[in-house]
Each structure stands twice: as structure tokens, then as C-alpha cells.
């Protein structure tokens, strides 16, 4: 009895989770009594499972980005303690108010987003290995674009549509002042489209502000002013856009690392009746820097 009593102990004690120890001569006889027997089987039934370690999650430096800069993160540096597989979880959790910034790639090691405002981006990383263990790291992105300094000079381009074309200039002064004009405007059947300038101001967060747009339009021989404020912004990237309040004018574009500028526009204008709408694309590119 004590011999069987003695090999049932020593299989269930060298299971890695005990922590005692049954000690038999050579001949196989148990040298420990029915007490500490069972006082051996209670120190086993009373063990508690293994604690898996916690894996250590790493989002990388802090970074400060700039005009038309992509934040790229960096998780590699983390690690699982038992080498398990782990799975990557990123999250842009704070962003200044307005943006529209969106994270790609958001399982992989290393995520990309494009910052579109100034301000802060805090970017969370959650770490899970094959035990579903968890850890979380934070990464900040201090974004300052400096939409004056990288935007300003003189540009010129043109714009064609289904039935409207012709060409565009504008410019940025350092103080942010802001002027535009379409010239040598073709096109239109109900009425002709013979002009239309404006004046605004690109302010040190991108938003642009204070614009009066003057729409100089012929109808029957008769030319009406139209005025029609429009809003907008430019983004870290380059992208911008410009709109009335009503949508009769939407303009919207990018002006890219090397100068150029492309975009699309659409215009919906009723006179006195007479309705026009036409859209299309324009191009263009800095003919000078201030």
C-alpha cells in the first residue's frame, strides 16, 4: 500500500506545478507516513496556476512633424518575454479638434497617418500575445505646419469645364493676405461668366478667412456684381478647399512638394431666372515664392 501510495505521489509531485518532493530508497519504499502524505496532496490541490508574463509594448519616440510630412510609428521595439506571436493594435486617440486624420495600417508594426491641422496627436499601441495578454504604450506627434511660410508667393494656372475655361492666378503674401482672379473666361449659354476675383486671408492655422468673392456676370447684355463669401482651409499635406456657405461655388485642390497645383471646381448660379452650373479641373503651379 505504501509503495502504490508512493509511486501516485511522485507522478502527481513532479507535475510542474508542485512544489514538494517525496524522497524513497532504492528498494521503492516510502519513507514518509499516511499524514504527510496527505499533507502533500493538500499542497498540491492548494497550488495556483502559472502567471504568464505580460508582453511590453513600445509606440516609439515622440516625434515633431511639419509641412507636408507623413508621421510614420514605430512598435518594433516591443517584445513578449516568452517570444509568444503578438498582435498590434494601433489607435489615434487624440487629435486637435477638426481633423480628419485617419490611421493606415492600423494592425501592423509600423502605421502611417498624414497630420492635416497643427496641434497634438496622441497615438495609443495595444499589445496582445497568445495568451491574451495585454500591455499599452503611448506615442505623441506635435504637429506645426507653418501654413503661411510654406504656401506663400504667386501662382498661376487654368481651369477648363464642359462649357466653361480659362485661366486663374493668385497669391500669398507673408502677412497671409490672399488674392485671386479668373481672366479670359470662355464659354456659358444663358449668360456669360465675365469675371470673378477675391480677396482673404490664410491665417496661421490654415483655416482662410474673410474672403469676398466678386462674380461678374452678363446677362441679355446687362452685367450683374454677385458677392459671395467663401471659407475654407489648407491642410498639412497640401490640400485645400474653398466653399459658399451655399455651395453655388466649391473649389478644391492640392498644392504638391514640387510647386505644382491641381484640383476640381463646380459653380451652380442662378440671375434673375437664368440659371448656370458647370464643374471641371484646373491646374497650375508657383511662378515665385515671397
Known sequence: MKKLLFVMLTIIISSPFASAKIIGDINGDSK????????????????????????????????????????????????????????????????????????????????????????????????????????????????????????????????????????????????????????????????FVQSLDGTGTLNNDGTISNTETNLMISVSGIKYDINIPLTGRVNCDGSFNATSGDSRINISGIINPDGSVTGNWAFDITVIGFNENDSGTFTGSIISAD
Do not use: M, R
Not at 486637435?96 to 493606415?104: E, Q, V
Not at 495600417?105 to 495609443?124: A, K, M, Q, R
Not at 495585454?134 to 503661411?148: L, M, R
Not at 504667386?154 to 481672366?183: K, M, P
Open 32 to 191: 514518509i507516513g499516511l499524514e504527510e502524505a496527505i499533507y502533500a496532496i493538500q499542497i498540491i490541490s492548494s497550488h495556483t496556476q502559472p502567471v504568464y508574463p505580460t508582453p511590453s509594448a513600445d509606440a516609439g519616440p515622440d516625434q515633431t512633424i511639419t509641412w507636408q510630412q507623413t508621421v510614420t510609428l514605430d512598435g518594433s521595439a516591443s517584445l513578449d518575454p516568452t517570444n509568444k506571436a503578438l498582435t498590434y493594435l494601433w489607435n489615434l486617440s487624440k487629435q486637435p479638434a477638426g481633423s480628419t486624420a485617419t490611421l493606415n495600417n492600423l494592425e501592423s508594426i509600423t502605421p502611417t497617418f498624414v497630420p492635416d491641422l497643427n496641434g497634438e496627436y496622441i497615438t495609443t499601441l495595444t499589445l496582445i500575445n497568445a495568451d491574451n495578454k495585454s500591455n499599452a504604450d503611448t506615442v505623441k506627434a506635435n504637429v506645426d505646419c507653418s501654413f503661411i511660410e510654406n504656401v506663400k508667393g504667386d501662382y498661376t494656372g487654368s481651369f477648363t469645364g464642359a462649357e466653361f475655361h480659362g485661366n486663374w492666378t493668385a497669391s500669398i503674401a507673408d502677412n497671409g493676405e490672399l488674392t485671386f482672379s479668373v481672366t479670359d473666361i470662355s464659354g456659358g449659354v444663358e449668360y
